[in-house]
């Protein structure tokens, strides 16, 4: 048994750590450093997770939907909780043995996830497999039925769509519908979030795809009007720091484009930035004008996302003018001191409105051209810099 | 012996493959039965040390389906076949059809005069084969060739939905293309 | 040459060389990984990546999801690792391949267009959006490289005059055959990693996405693909040492040494300039793949062909 307990440990010494950040930005950012000296990646999605981290309190809709996570991680699986930057290495620690002392759950059935969603009951129903969005539990009640899934464990809401495509094994089928390009494709209910890589936690973008064309586009924080405010004690001087800002929202921008190597450099960077050390804030913004440069100078970015999200022209509800290039290009000035944040927290309804029509890699792309999160803090620091 | 094993084995899996786009209820599995079938088809010819035209069957006949796949499934959004459907039409039609030509072709393979083989196996097939298909007739294939493609294209440009009116304007002076999604290419 | 020369099936024993080219092929996708790691998150912890990553997912649990086609989707994971294997079936190892046949590129290339049938039917099987997503926008971008991957593998057979892999080897004794056909090279090199859903093709399995056709799988699923992906890359690592760089020539040292050190300066290189870039999304690539390749392609076969006309290769 002991050798085997070995191991187990031995396998499970670098564990994929799927982050659900409710809490105040900084705890993410001590969270998401700690993983990155540690070569833990972040998974992408449940079934590539060994681990939850919750980084901060969720809100009763983000703990549902935590709970669902939970239960689509394969086994072994462990969820910690943490609520201070400076517990986050220690709680980490344990991860590895706790993995190995739960590795036994392999014993025990699986539940058979079309079994859990005829249950109905909402911290299961969700269950695996969701369409879209991780563990999303939200969208409560104006629909009736067991509507309270936007969109997971199934083709899109339940009970949403219960006019075309009859059912399946439970699950509502897609009807058709005409499209953009003139064609009658199926069209699906989807909801992506709240939980979803380099994407703010809590955030729910529900629609209608055809292919991957996104209509019919709403956001909304699952917990309430904005994402949670900061909580009073915990890392609240960085939480406005213009450059740090810049740097985590230009690393979530480059994930979502698909350029992991720039993305970990610029969070290296915001760590360094972050440090209290004299001498590595000095290296750290070295590093974020080594990383800034390479993205303004990236060519195949420039080609690959130019002209997506355009404003044309006019900036307003807290979305700078111009395209997602043009938005990232803004990160990076402001991460090199260039310039204020963003002065306004993006306004939702505008940022859905520039979803509409958009293929989803576009869409993730612009919501992450923008910073969500600064909606929380935008009103009490943005304004500050103005 | 080997080969009169494989080639039975391949070819019950083949016709059983083949049956099997009929019973299944969902189009990716009757897509991929069918796959299936005609990789069974390019075992057999393997199997027959027709190396060249076996692997090319392999090879066209997976695009070929995958393509398939795209079409009928793309306008989908149910995966997983969840919703089933018949792949049947026309049954009693398709039955007739189906069983006088299965007739015909065993009727013809029992009855033909196989020539028997004179000479020693060449060295390379692959290159036997090309030389007698495409050596006296090469112009004519390069015609067909070219005249099937031109087909296709013609078909498509008669299909599509957005002609260059809609994407450069009435007079044509549009200076870059007005798409939903632009391309990569600077114009 | 004869079939008992280039094979090494008959020259070893069908069991020993089957084993021997498996083993190869392992230690091929092992090695990207590690040089992967390397790129990606820094030297540390990456020479043991490959097998704490694998020993992970065996430990892990398969999941399910609602309703998923089951039998499709086993097949198709399983099929990934399984293709990648075949596809070193006609790579030399020190001097042989495993499988010598008068169309061995052919066969390379029947391998990967299976591969796009499993990677899609990846995508379908979970019955998910994000890995369905992830499967079309494979087929997408596989439409667009699959002609002038055609066209690269076919370049090099056109200038050896033959299809066998051990003769086009055989047929750069002169002249390593990147020097006439780069573009074919690079073409070759790019599709490879587009067919491993890796680097700036990785679109498919994106972040954006959650992970893509790879967003529901776990447990010994992933770590079938996830090692058929990287197993992939490295065999195409070693046929691109096969087709282009003149394969085991080299002075000095014997010929497998050769072989190797090219096969790892070449995913060096490979690694090196696709993580230098970001993902190149399907919607603009495709039309330079279409536009641009497909025409460079055609007119490097055709270059080549007229250099074999004048006798150029003989």
Redesign the interface.
């Known amino acids: 048994m002991d050798v085997r307990r070995r191991l187990t440990r031995w396998a499970l010494a670098r564990p994929h750590v799927l982050l659900v950040s409710p809490g105040p930005r900084a705890l993410r950012w001590a969270a998401e450093a700690e993983l990155d000296r540690r070569s833990w990646p972040e998974a992408g999605s449940p079934a590539d997770a060994d681990v939850v981290l919750v980084a901060g309190e969720p809100g009763p809709s983000t703990s549902a939907a935590v709970d669902v996570l939970m239960s689509q991680l394969p086994r072994p699986r462990v969820r910690i909780d943490v609520d201070r930057a400076d517990d986050v290495g220690r709680r980490l620690d344990g991860v590895v043995a706790a993995l190995a002392d739960v590795s036994g759950q392999l014993a025990e059935p699986s539940g058979d996830p079309q079994a859990l969603l005829r249950l109905g009951e909402p911290s299961e129903a969700g269950g695996q497999g969701d369409h879209g969005g991780h563990g999303d539990v939200s969208e409560h009640g104006d629909d009736g039925g067991h509507g309270d899934h936007g969109g997971h464990g199934d083709h899109g809401g339940h009970g949403e769509h219960a006019h075309h495509g009859g059912e399946v094994a439970g699950l509502p089928m897609a009807g058709t519908a005409p499209d953009r390009d003139g064609l009658e494709l199926d069209s699906l209910r989807v909801s992506l979030g709240p939980v979803l890589p380099a994407w703010p936690t809590g955030l729910v973008l529900s629609g209608t795809m055809q292919g991957d064309v996104l209509t019919g586009a709403r956001l909304r924080w699952i917990d309430g009007d904005r994402a949670p405010p900061p909580s009073p004690d915990d890392g609240r001087p960085d939480d406005g720091r213009p450059d740090v800002v810049a740097l985590d929202a230009l690393a979530r921008f480059l994930r979502v484009a698909g350029w992991p190597v720039a993305a970990r450099r610029a969070r290296a960077a915001r760590h360094a930035l972050l440090s209290a050390d004299e001498e590595s804030v000095r290296r750290g913004r070295a590093a974020a004008a080594r990383v800034t440069r390479t993205v303004r100078r990236s060519r195949f970015l420039r080609w690959s996302v130019r002209g997506i999200g355009d404003t044309h022209g006019t900036a307003g509800d807290g979305i700078p003018a111009g395209d997602v290039l043009d938005r990232a290009y803004r990160w990076c000035a402001v991460a090199g001191g260039g310039l204020p944040v963003a002065s306004a927290p993006a306004d939702l309804g505008a940022l859905a409105g520039m979803v509409e029509g958009q293929e989803l890699a576009a869409a993730r792309l612009i919501v992450a051209s923008v910073d969500l999160d600064g909606a929380a803090v935008g009103a009490e620091y943005g304004r500050a810099h103005d | 012996m080997l080969t009169d094993v494989a080639v039975v084995t391949l070819g019950v899996l083949a016709v059983a493959a083949g049956a099997a786009v009929f019973v299944v209820d ?1 189009m ?2 009757a897509t ?1 039965a069918l ?1 299936a079938s005609f990789l069974a088809a390019a075992g057999m010819l393997l199997a027959l040390d027709l ?2 035209v076996a ?2 069957t ?2 066209m006949m ?2 070929e ?3 398939m ?2 079409f009928m ?12 459907m018949t792949m049947v039409h026309n049954v009693r039609g398709s039955v007739v059809v189906g069983a006088g030509v299965f007739a015909v072709l065993t009727t013809g393979i029992w009855t033909i005069d196989w020539p028997e083989r004179d000479g020693r196996r060449p ?5 036997q084969l090309g030389e007698t298909i495409m050596g006296g007739h090469m112009l004519v294939m390069l015609v067909v060739g070219i005249a099937l493609f031109a087909t296709i294209i013609s078909g498509t440009v008669l299909a599509t ?1 957005r002609g260059r009116y809609d994407r450069f304007g009435p007079e044509l002076d549009g200076e870059r293309p007005d798409d ?6 600077p114009r | 040459m004869t079939d008992s020369v280039t094979s090494s099936a008959a020259a070893w024993g069908v069991l020993p060389a089957v084993v021997v080219v498996a083993l190869v092929a392992v230690a091929l996708g092992a090695l990207f990984v590690v040089v992967d790691r390397v790129a990606v998150t820094g030297v540390r912890g990456a020479l043991g990546a490959p097998v704490v990553e694998a020993g992970r997912l065996l430990v892990q649990q398969r999941r399910v999801t609602p309703a998923p086609d089951r039998l499709l989707w086993r097949l198709a994971s399983a099929a990934v690792l399984v293709l990648a294997m075949l596809s070193m079936a006609v790579v030399p190892v020190a001097g042989r391949t495993l499988w010598s046949t008068t169309a061995d590129l052919v066969w390379f290339n029947a391998m990967e267009a299976l591969m796009w049938a499993a990677v899609w039917l990846l995508g379908w099987g979970p019955n998910a959006v994000h890995s369905l997503v992830g499967g079309y926008r494979f087929l997408a971008q596989g439409l667009a490289y699959e002609l002038p991957l055609m066209f690269a593998l076919i370049t090099a057979g056109l200038g050896a005059g033959t299809l066998r892999t051990t003769g086009v080897v055989a047929a750069q004794r002169e002249l390593w055959f990147v020097v006439t056909m780069p573009a074919a090279f690079v073409v070759f090199l790019a599709s490879a990693a587009a067919f491993a859903f890796w680097g700036p093709f990785s679109a498919p399995a994106g972040d954006d996405i959650a992970g893509g056709v790879v967003s529901e799988l776990s447990g010994v699923e992933r770590l079938l693909v996830e090692a058929g992906r990287a197993v992939f890359l490295g065999v195409s690592a070693a046929m691109a040492v096969a087709l282009f760089l003149g394969g085991g020539a080299g002075p000095w040292l014997p010929d497998w040494s050769w072989q190797l050190l090219k096969t790892v300066l070449v995913m060096l290189v490979l690694v090196a300039a696709g993580r230098r870039v970001p993902t190149l999304r399907p919607d603009r690539y495709v039309e330079v793949g279409w536009m641009v390749l497909v025409p460079v392609t055609l007119v490097q076969a055709l270059v080549v062909a007229l250099l074999v006309l004048s006798g150029w290769y003989a």
């Open positions: 969902s990716a599995r991929f796959l190396v060249y692997v090319v392999a090879l997976t695009i389906m995958v393509v796949a795209v499934i793309m306008f989908m959004m149910n995966p997983a076949g969840l919703m089933p060295a390379d097939a692959t290159r939905h939903p999604v632009p391309g990569g290419l």
